[in-house]
């Protein structure tokens, strides 16, 4: 069977999905070195004209994904989908929290640079809170499992 299409498919979904997820992460973490609320809310707001690139990649990779399996009749049980599927699991649930919580900051960032463009304390934390970057960071992690899984196809 041919799998051209399938297979261009799911590498275009898959570059849509990473790019769109690392210039959103490099976003963030410029953010946090920025002292102004204005630049770090700009910088932030750049992170969301990303979200349908992200979630069309994803789609995108999934489907075609699923096409590829057919095509080339594979096992859905087989370990390294099922450590696929765990991951992508991980991305919708994990992805949702650390989603809200960023919103969250980029428009608190956005309130303090139309009051005075003064950084606050709780802006601050806000950008630089532990659970929210282990969260980003894990989504980082689950992705490049992913796309290692999605090469090397371990049994």
Known sequence: M?????LFLHLLGAFLFVGGSITAA????????RERPSEQALLLRLVRPLVPVVAGGF?????AGFWLVHRL???LGATWLSATFALVGWLLVVGAVAG???RRTRELAERC?????????ELRRRLRD???LALNASLLVATLAIVALMVWKPS
């Open 2 to 6: 041919d799998t051209r299409w399938p």
């Open 26 to 33: 490099v976003l963030r973490l410029a953010a946090i070195r």
């Open 59 to 63: 789609l995108l990779t999934v489907g």
């Open 73 to 75: 009749d594979l096992d």
């Open 100 to 102: 809200r919580a960023d």
């Open 113 to 121: 640079a139309a009051a005075a463009d003064r950084q606050t304390d």
């Open 130 to 132: 532990p659970v929210a």
